[in-house]
C-alpha cells in the first residue's frame, strides 16, 4: 500500500560506528539507496565520481546552493558537503527508500525541508567506550582526538530533535533495530491513510 | 533504558482476525500483559474471574465508573464492559508492557487518557475477504452477519485515530509487524530522552 519511498537520516557522534552499522543495514536491504552526496574536495585514490561522491567545482556548487538544489550542504574548513536535492525526491517518488549518513546540522536542514523524513540517532554504549573506540582505530592524534570526541556530549544533548535512538553496542543488533524501525515506519498509518481508504472505499 | 512499560491498543473490525494475532504475538512476547477487562455479564461455561474478565455486579461496575477507575469504558445492552486503570498504570509503572484488544470507542477513550500509546489497527486484506472470514465462521445468521459486517467499513475510516496499520493476510507476518512496531516505540526518543541524557550527563 506505500507509495512515496521513506527517507531515513542517520546520524550519531564522530566514532559511534555509523559507517559500519550502515554498510551492514544496506547490504541487508537492497531496495534501499544510499544517497551520493556531493563535495568540491580532491577525489582521494581509489574514490570514483559519481559512487563515492559527486566531486564538483566550487563555482558549480555555490551555483547549486543559489539554486535550491541541495537537501543539506556544510562547508567544513576550505570544502563544501552535500546532499542534492532531485536525485533523492526522485528516488522518493518513485518509491524506493533512501538513507542519507550525515552530520547534525545537515539532519537538521532535512528536517526543515522534508519532515516526514525518519531521523534516527547511534549512540554509543557509553561515552568511555566511544573514546575508546576512537583511540583503537589509531589514526587519531592528541588533538583530532580532542577535536572528534570533543564535541560528543554536546552531539547526544541534540538527540531530542531525532525520532529513533540505536545503542550500537553490537552492529547486527543495531542493524535489526534498524530494520524494525522501518518496517515500523511502513506500517505508520499517516504515511498510509490515503491509499488505505481509497483501497477500500473503491470496494464499497 | 526504558523506564515505563508500552501500552499497545489493537483494534480492527469484527472478523478480521484480532483475538489470532493478539494470542500469537502474547504468546512470542511472554513480557508483555494481557489487560484482563472487566464486565457485568454473566460468566460463560469455562470462564474464570479475573483471568477472562472480573466479573463485576452492576451497581459496582457503575461506582468505579464514577469514581474514573476505568480507561475507557462501554455499555453494550444491557452489560458493561470496561478496562480498570489501577491494573494497567500499576504494570506500566513497573516497566511491563500491556496489550489491550478493546473497540474503536474505547480506544479513542484511551487516547485521550494516555496518549502515549501505541494504537493498531489490524486492517483485512478487502473488504470482501473480511466478509467471507465472517460466512465462514459460520456461525452467523444473516441479521447477525448485516450487523457485523455492516460497520467495517465505517470502522475502517476512523483508522485516522491510530498510529499504524497491520494488514491481517497472514498471522504469522502480522506477528512480526507487531513486533517490529514495538521494538520501534522502544527505540523511541520521546519516550527515552530523560533517560538517554541522564546517564550520558553522568559520566561527564
Redesign the interface.
Known amino acids: 500500500?506505500n507509495k512515496e519511498g521513506i527517507l531515513i537520516v542517520i546520524c550519531g557522534p564522530s566514532g559511534v560506528g555509523k559507517g559500519t552499522i550502515c554498510k551492514e543495514f544496506l547490504g541487508e536491504n537492497r531496495d534501499i539507496k544510499l544517497s551520493v552526496s556531493a563535495t568540491t574536495r580532491m577525489p582521494r585514490t581509489g574514490e570514483v565520481d559519481g559512487i563515492s561522491y559527486h566531486f564538483l567545482g566550487t563555482g558549480q556548487f555555490e551555483e547549486m546552493v543559489k539554486n535550491g538544489e541541495f537537501i543539506e550542504y556544510a562547508r567544513v574548513y576550505d570544502n563544501y558537503y552535500g546532499t542534492p536535492k532531485a536525485e533523492v525526491l526522485k528516488s522518493l517518488k518513485n518509491g524506493e527508500d533512501v538513507l542519507l549518513e550525515i552530520d547534525i546540522q545537515g539532519a537538521m536542514q532535512v528536517k526543515c525541508s522534508y519532515p516526514e523524513a525518519v531521523f534516527v540517532?547511534i549512540?554509543p554504549p557509553?561515552?568511555?567506550e566511544l573514546r575508546d573506540r576512537i583511540v583503537k582505530r589509531g589514526s587519531e592524534t592528541e588533538e583530532s582526538l580532542k577535536l572528534r570526541f570533543g564535541s560528543a556530549?554536546e552531539e547526544?544533548?541534540k538527540?531530542?530533535n531525532?525520532?529513533?535512538?540505536?545503542?550500537n553496542d553490537d552492529v547486527e543488533k543495531a542493524v535489526m533495530?534498524l530494520?524494525?524501525?522501518m518496517?515500523?515506519?511502513k506500517?505508520?498509518?499517516?504515511r498510509?491513510?490515503e491509499n488505505?481508504?481509497r483501497?477500500?472505499r473503491e470496494?464499497?
Chains 1, 2 share one sequence.
Not at 162 to 167: E, R
Not at 187 to 190: A, C, F, M, T, W
Open positions: 500500500m540517532f549512540l557509553s561515552l568511555r556530549y547526544i544533548c538527540i531530542e531525532f525520532d529513533y535512538f540505536v545503542v533495530q530494520d524494525c524501525i518496517m515500523a515506519e506500517n505508520r498509518v499517516l498510509n491513510k488505505i481508504l483501497k477500500f470496494e464499497i
